[in-house]
Nanobody, 127 residues
């Protein structure tokens, strides 16, 4: 079955950069949606970025546009979240998620949730 494993979380100063990785395996379909969500303490989980693999189309939350991007290494089946110009408000547990039934980063997938999840990795932005 689908397995997602995140890595790369840690402590970073405001204004700094940090890359996260998500290693994916077990997909039995050609196209799927995969991306990043985050959850701050006491807050709901929110979509950060998402990529539709069959087209390469991406989408981002307004709060991270022009600061984050989601590169992909097709040969290694890994996606990344490259975070730049980090702010204290970015502090959260970041989760990798994937969806296969629809397979696109539509609103239901991006704002409601995914079918598969990693265990999460903590990012703390603080001086």
């Amino acid at each position: 079955q689908v397995q997602l494993v995140e890595s790369g979380g840690g402590l970073v100063q405001p204004g700094g950069s940090l890359p996260l990785s998500c290693a994916a395996s077990g997909f039995t379909v050609d196209g799927y949606a995969i991306g990043w969500f985050r959850q701050a303490p006491g807050q709901a989980r929110e979509g950060v970025s998402c990529i539709t693999t069959i087209s390469g189309s991406t989408r981002y939350a307004d709060s991270v546009k022009r600061r984050f991007n989601i590169p992909r290494d097709n040969a290694k089946n890994v996606i990344y979240l490259q975070m730049n110009s980090l702010k204290p408000e970015d502090t959260a547990v970041y989760y990798c998620g994937a969806e296969t039934l629809n397979g696109t980063c539509n609103s239901a997938v991006f704002y409601y949730g995914m079918d598969y999840w990693g265990k999460g990795t903590l990012v703390t932005v603080s001086s």
